[in-house]
């Protein structure tokens, strides 16, 4: 072998030992599609955020416990909630958001959830959703009972407890 030939060789297997030596360096080129680690946190990003959507679809009087037609009706976990709240801590951040664009029986949910996580994150926006229903700036045009009311009372009562 000539050289050159040995050089070239040589070269190209010392880049090939760079690349794969590389491959965790922060300058190695990325795939478009991101790290694995990159794709992972996207993936249980949009789990956590598919789970919070399918709150938007419960209604507080089809998942009622015991009777209804009182000033509030009892609520406890379903599928729905389970889902959101097996996301833990992830799933906090978009709930205490989901409070400002939320419906009534969404909102219910939400809090339930923030209770069940014990999301003393959300106290500051949990008091702030008793504010706007106590000065009729949230659902003050709709007709209702007092479960959300309720729910949230729950969660200020109890967030102070929370370790």
Do not use: Y
């Not at 833990?88 to 909102?107: F, H, N, Q």
């Amino acid at each position: 072998m000539c050289q050159a030939t040995h050089n070239r060789a040589l070269g190209r297997l010392v880049a090939v030992f760079l690349a794969v030596a590389c491959a965790g360096c922060h300058d190695a080129p990325r795939s478009p599609l991101g790290s694995g680690t990159e794709r992972t946190e996207r993936t249980t990003q949009e789990s956590v955020e598919e789970s919070i959507a399918g709150l938007q679809n419960l209604s507080v009087a089809e998942n009622a416990l015991g009777s209804s037609g009182g000033p509030h009706v009892g609520i406890g976990g379903n599928s729905v909630t389970k889902k959101v709240i097996d996301h833990g801590d992830r799933a906090v951040p978009l709930l205490i958001k989901g409070l400002d664009t939320s419906g009534w029986d969404e909102s219910v949910f939400i809090v339930f959830c923030l209770r069940e996580l014990r999301a003393k994150v959300a106290k500051d926006r949990v008091a702030r959703l008793e504010k706007e229903i106590r000065d009729e700036a949230r659902f003050a045009s709709m007709r209702r009972d007092a479960t959300l009311e309720v729910q949230i009372k729950f969660f200020l009562r109890d967030v102070d407890t929370w370790k």
